[in-house]
């Protein structure tokens, strides 16, 4: 059973950055697409950004052009760098596949005071 596991969060002003990172137990990131998922208290999980197997990227329109998703295969390892962060963005952030999720990771809170 593959494992995740989120890192790099924190409290950061507004118009701060943050670089998130997913390190998977086992390889996946080069057989299937992955993404960022965020829940804020109180709301949905959502799917903020997604990058395929070919490198292809989908961003939700509230983080377009502010956040980029990328992936080391080789790493295992999924990352989310967040910029120009606004305080709307405070939630829990989760990484997990697309389409076929495995068991959720803890998260990783992100915290943006305005």
């Known amino acids: 059973q593959v494992q995740l596991a989120e890192s790099g969060g924190g409290l950061v002003q507004a118009g701060g950055s943050l670089r998130l990172s997913c390190a998977a137990s086992?390889?996946?990131?080069?057989?299937?697409?992955f993404a960022w998922y965020r829940q804020a208290a109180g709301k949905q999980r959502e799917r903020v950004a997604m990058?395929?197997?070919?490198?292809?990227?989908n961003y939700a329109d509230s983080v377009k052009g502010r956040f980029t998703i990328s992936r080391d295969n080789a790493k295992n390892t999924g990352y989310l760098q967040m910029n120009s962060l606004k305080p709307e963005d405070t939630a829990v952030y989760y990484c997990?596949?697309?389409?076929?999720?495995?068991?959720w990771g803890q998260g990783t809170q992100v915290t943006v005071s305005s």
């Open positions: 997990n596949r697309v389409g076929s999720l495995i068991p």
């Open positions: 086992k390889s996946i990131f080069s057989t299937t697409s």
């Open positions: 990058i395929t197997t070919v490198g292809t990227t």
